[in-house]
T-cell receptor, first 115, second 113 residues
Framework: GAGVSQSPSNKVTEKGKDVELRCDPI?????LYWYRQRLGQGLEFLIY????????KSGLPSDRFSAERTGESVSTLTIQRTQQEDSAVYLC?????????????FGPGTRLTVT | GDSVTQMEGPVTLSEEAFLTINCTYT??????LFWYVQYPGEGLQLLLK?????DKGSNKGFEATYRKETTSFHLEKGSVQVSDSAVYFC????????????FGAGTRLAVHP
């Protein structure tokens, strides 16, 4: 079946502009995660959505970052007034729930470059 | 805070060599431990996991044992292949693996014929 998809695959933007990144999780996966991977570093957790529960926003690095999720489907990550340090690969993952499954399925990522 | 430390790469091996990638962790509570792999041009995928002390995760010839006494989860494979060339990430999760993953920096493995 279809995996997690993300768009765009690449985004180049000027410092100070806003960007929106999109994630389409696997159908039926109620848990959705956003991570950031800076060059040469591991993945950093940003935000976690689980069903109708309040999202865990503890990883968002500043108030310029926000994310939304419509029901159990698409999620968008918005970065306002982008800075050069926001340049990274942004990864989305989804997970099936209700059956004790641990595995997070990752999308291919969006490479964001802020010039 | 909770963290994962992996050996730095790149690791370069000849085909059929023995592989060890070291991973140690710091965590409050009792984490679940994971190895994820990212093959060239592909997304991150789960390789193996262990959810409690002394558990051994295994998949595709890779193994890792959850060692609480040394807070380690080293990845091993007895005979690597060129197709194993990838970046390997060690990760932990509290809350039984359902919550966010905390990743190490990743270790790049290159296997030559």
């Amino acid at each position: 079946g279809a995996g997690v998809s993300q768009s765009p695959s690449n985004k180049v933007t000027e410092k100070g502009k806003d960007v929106e990144l999109r994630c389409d999780p696997i159908s039926g996966h109620t848990a959705l995660y956003w991570y950031r991977q800076r060059l040469g570093q591991g993945l950093e957790f940003l935000i976690y959505f689980q069903g109708n529960s309040a999202p865990d926003k503890s990883g968002l690095p500043s108030d310029r970052f926000s994310a939304e999720r419509t029901g159990e489907s698409v999620s968008t990550l918005t970065i306002q007034r982008t800075q050069q340090e926001d340049s990274a690969v942004y990864l989305c993952a989804s997970r099936r729930t209700g059956d004790g499954s641990y595995e997070q399925y990752f999308g291919p990522g969006t490479r964001l470059t802020v010039t | 805070g909770d963290s994962v430390t992996q050996m730095e790469g790149p690791v370069t091996l000849s085909e059929e060599a023995f592989l060890t990638i070291n991973c140690t962790y710091t965590a409050t509570g009792y984490p679940s431990l994971f190895w994820y792999v990212q093959y060239p041009g592909e997304g991150l995928q789960l390789l193996l996991k262990a959810t409690k002390a002394d558990d051994k995760g295994s998949n595709k010839g890779f193994e890792a044992t959850y060692r609480k006494e040394t807070t380690s989860f080293h990845l091993e494979k007895g005979s690597v292949q060129v197709s194993d060339s990838a970046v390997y990430f060690c990760a932990l999760s509290l809350s039984g693996g359902y919550n966010k993953l905390i990743f190490g920096a990743g270790t790049r493995l290159a296997v030559h014929p």
